[in-house]
């Protein structure tokens, strides 16, 4: 069974690849197969303007699974939530510091930036960790955090399942370690003692919020004998 994911993120497409591999040799049941939607990159981006993760991610399954016709298409939003800044940044996670700051952001714990530019993850990084050193809502609410991830699979415009996953967490006073992008350079699992950045990356999926939205998914594809 082919499913095709309207990602652009090269992490993220990697993580779904893994998690069907992992899927088809630990489960009986049709064989999945993950593959980037075909000319992703020439298509329209559709507009993410909904309140909330699945509303995103919906609006880009119905958007991408039109320029296929017959395909069972899935696209996420996800992202990070932290209470102390009222569970920003949310769904404006992967544009959190372009939001905040038309030319740039604060490097702050990025030391080894250098005279390069820093890349947006960088930044968003950066600015996270500026906006909790001065946060007033930090004693109460501490440095714990979410990342949350939501996906939507539509075939021709129509959306035929949703799933979601959330893992819990910490955030750093500085990153670390040198895996996964985004936040997971200051994301600290407590129980481990490891950022996303450390995990090796089948550790790292049986822990994500985004493995545990697929599997989800794939679960719910099985029941519902949905074929392609």
């Known amino acids: ?10 992490g993220k497409l990697r993580e779904f690849t893994l998690s069907a591999a992992q899927q088809n040799s630990s489960a009986s049941g049709p064989q999945i197969h ?4 075909p000319n992703l ?5 559709p507009v993410e303007d909904a309140p909330t993760f699945i509303g995103n991610a919906e609006l880009k399954a119905r958007a991408y699974s039109l320029t296929l016709p017959g395909a069972l298409v899935f696209a996420d939003d996800s992202g990070l939530e932290v ?10 996670s992967a544009r ?7 030319f740039g952001c604060p490097t702050s714990g990025f030391s080894d930036v250098g005279l ?24 109460q609410f501490g440095r714990q ?45 407590p129980a481990l003692g490891l950022t996303f950045a450390e995990l090796d990356p089948a550790q790292k999926w049986q822990l994500s919020h985004r493995g545990r939205a697929f599997r989800a998914l794939l679960a719910q594809l099985s029941t519902l004998n949905v074929s392609s």
């Open 41 to 45: 990159a020439g298509l329209p981006e």
């Open 116 to 139: 390069s530019a820093p890349t947006r993850d960088e930044r968003n990084n950066s600015l996270l960790l500026d906006r909790l050193a001065n946060n007033p809502d930090c004693p």
């Open 96 to 102: 959190y510091a372009d939001d905040f700051h038309k």
């Open 145 to 189: 955090a979410r990342f949350v991830c939501a996906l939507a699979l539509a075939r021709d415009g129509e959306i035929l399942l949703r799933a979601e996953g959330t893992v819990e967490g910490e955030i750093l006073h500085a990153p670390r370690g040198s895996g996964g992008f985004g936040y997971d350079p200051l994301f600290l699992i």
């Open 34 to 37: 993950v593959l980037p939607l």
């Open 83 to 92: 209470p102390a800044l009222n569970n920003q940044p949310g769904v404006r």
């Open 1 to 10: 069974m082919l499913l095709y994911s309207a990602t652009s993120n090269p």
